[in-house]
């Protein structure tokens, strides 16, 4: 699609994979501009775009620096693709349009009301579709009003990517595991565990107008996930259940407005088939390329709304999969009625990385053939691949520790250093000392 004049989105989170998605999707359309931000210095993106550093969206410099590199990148929609940063945003949307920079979000509030996990279940209740029953623990105390005949889950109340989540089986509470996310994440809840392993996992994602009006729709389940309970989908495949939208469409009965994207998850019981909510998600999901894939375009969407620009409810190809591999490199696939498939593929991240040596800040630009660079000097030596990273550590940081971070972030197979080839797990072992000694 051709834009009627140029846009320049700054998309959050590129280091992740929503981030990474919206970036990808948005790219695709010609007068759209992508300028990417991270929290982290070691995130990459494996697409020449023009990327910044940004403080943490705790931090008490977080909305003056994201506003500051909007206007002076001169944005017209900021699209932000984590829980942190939507809602720490969501206070500050006034001044955002006031610059003329499009920020579309819900009210605090209404984020709150389903993002919190103790508030969706009971806003499920009230809708009355399936819910679990969940208890507050605030401190050990509070274990005593769990009932030790069945499994438990406990997680944070507000947290993403299946972060702070602990399986408990029956009669085996884990006390210490559960004191040690009190101090992290201040409190927890508790709920009845819901079997079921690979394909359990449902979203129902939707797009809402300025208007509140539902525009986008579009499910899949997971085929294949980060972890046995479930947590961020590494396949999926596009489907379409009645039943699923049903729940969908009370429980967002019950939200006052909302505006732009959401994704609800479900995990089906295994034994009842029963579907009960799980999690929210305010933003582009992880694997959101399956339903640009399959002919529901949500970021495109999302520049379209705040633009002022027409777009129509779109039909989607049902039994897509996508399957996205450990370097985020994925692939979807399309199989037709008459026997014919057709793929769409899409690279991952850099799988060597240069190492440079000290510096005293990072600066990420980016370079012809999709390279992707860290540094605060000159370009690398000649004759690297093209699917290289170039790494300067920072100062007053162990370099093993820097290096092995960024060898993580991007599953790299080689690290080479000006003197040679690094072993990997001498590194991890160098690394794994430096990082334990600041503990």
Request: charged fraction near 25%.
């Amino acid at each position: 699609m051709r834009l009627p004049k140029k846009c320049r989105v700054l998309v959050t989170a590129i280091g992740a994979p929503p981030g990474r998605n919206a970036v990808r999707a948005l790219l695709k359309h010609e007068n759209v501009e992508v300028i990417g931000a991270d929290a982290s210095a070691l995130a990459n993106y494996p697409y020449a775009i023009q990327t910044f550093v940004l403080p943490k969206a705790a931090s008490d410099s977080f909305p003056a620096a994201i506003l500051r590199l909007a206007e002076e990148q001169k944005i017209d929609l900021l699209l932000p693709c984590i829980e942190d940063e939507v809602l720490r945003l969501a206070d500050f949307q006034e001044e955002f349009h006031r610059r003329g920079i499009a920020l579309f979000l819900p009210k605090k509030s209404t984020l709150l009301s389903l993002v919190d996990k103790e508030l969706l279940q009971q806003i499920a209740e009230k809708a009355g579709v399936p819910f679990l029953k969940s208890i507050r623990i605030e401190s050990l105390a509070d274990l005593e009003k769990l009932s030790p005949s069945e499994a438990l889950v406990t997680k944070p109340l507000i947290a993403y990517g299946a972060k702070g989540v602990r399986i408990h089986a029956k009669s085996a509470l884990d006390r210490k595991g559960i004191e040690e996310d009190l101090q992290k994440y201040g409190a927890l809840l508790a709920q009845t565990y819901v079997p079921g392993g690979d394909g359990s996992m449902h979203l129902h994602c939707a797009f809402y107008d300025r208007h509140g009006r539902q525009r986008l729709n579009f499910q899949s389940y997971s085929t294949k996930t980060l972890f046995a309970f479930g947590g961020p989908a590494t396949a999926g495949t596009s489907i379409w259940d009645d039943t699923l939208d049903e729940i969908f469409q009370k429980i967002m009965a019950q939200v006052p407005h909302w505006v732009g994207p959401i994704v609800l998850e479900f995990k089906k019981h295994a034994e009842t088939g029963i579907y009960y909510i799980m999690d929210a998600n305010p933003r582009i999901w992880g694997y959101s390329s399956l339903a640009d894939d399959a002919g529901i375009p949500f970021p495109l969407a999302y520049l379209l709304e705040t633009q002022n620009l027409p777009y129509q409810p779109e039909t989607y190809l049902l039994g897509a999969e996508l399957t996205r591999q450990p370097d985020q490199s994925d692939e979807t696939i399309f199989r037709f009625a008459d026997g014919r498939e057709e793929s769409i593929s899409r690279k991952g991240l850099p799988k060597s990385i240069w190492v440079g040596g000290q510096a005293s800040d990072f600066q990420k630009t980016a370079s012809v053939d999709q390279r992707v660079f860290v540094s605060s000097a000159a370009p690398p030596p000649s004759g690297l691949a093209a699917d290289t990273l170039w790494l300067r550590t920072q100062e007053g940081r162990a370099w093993e520790e820097d290096l092995y971070l960024a060898a993580l972030a991007t599953n790299a197979s080689q690290i080479f250093w000006p003197g040679g080839e690094i072993d990997f797990h001498d590194l991890q072992a160098k690394a794994w000392k430096a990082y334990s000694s600041t503990k």
